[in-house]
């Protein structure tokens, strides 16, 4: 028995090594969309269809049905949102709950400078971490906090970056947004 301990070990190293690697990011824990509230406020009862929450949010995490109607779900360990609709096929009632952010601390240096713009095109999900973020854009004007996630906010002349991070050792990003400046 113990002879053939060593060919059992090799032989699962050897699955170990050849087996899919696990990523986080295909997980939906590691998923993390933010809810837009002007989004929410566009939501209304007994006028707003499915279709048009659709158009709104995209497809919902979730979709089930309960004694008051069909339910979507919407979001992961963050902005939650909640729809109910009822017979008529409308929205009967929502139900919105944004992540609360605390700010950690800022940096007002870099403000007058320009984002390169280039270098969003090198930002991937889950591949990318707060520290490449910084190499390429410096600094972060507001880092905010919650249970889960980090919000990095680079503010320059010419747009706004918003990125989510896992709130680990990692801070790998989940998702971002640039908006340009007007």
Known sequence: MIKHLPAVAMAL?????????????????????????????????????????????????????????????????GDTLTVTFDSSQTVGSFL????????????????????????????????TTRFDLERWFRKANKKERNNERFRYTFTRKNGTLVAYTLANYEERVLSYTFTPAE
């Open 13 to 77: 190293l050897i699955l170990t090594g050849c087996s899919k690697r696990y990523n986080p990011a295909n997980t939906p824990f590691a998923i993390y969309h933010p809810i837009a509230e002007e989004d929410v406020r566009k939501l209304e009862k007994g006028i707003t269809t499915p279709g048009e929450t659709v158009r709104l949010f995209g497809e919902p995490t979730k979709k089930n049905i309960s004694d008051r109607g069909e339910r979507y779900v919407y979001g992961y360990l």
């Open 96 to 127: 919105y709950r944004p992540a609360i952010f605390e700010p950690v601390e800022g940096n007002t240096d870099n403000q007058n400078k320009k984002l390169n713009t280039a270098s969003l095109t090198k930002i991937q999900i889950y591949n």
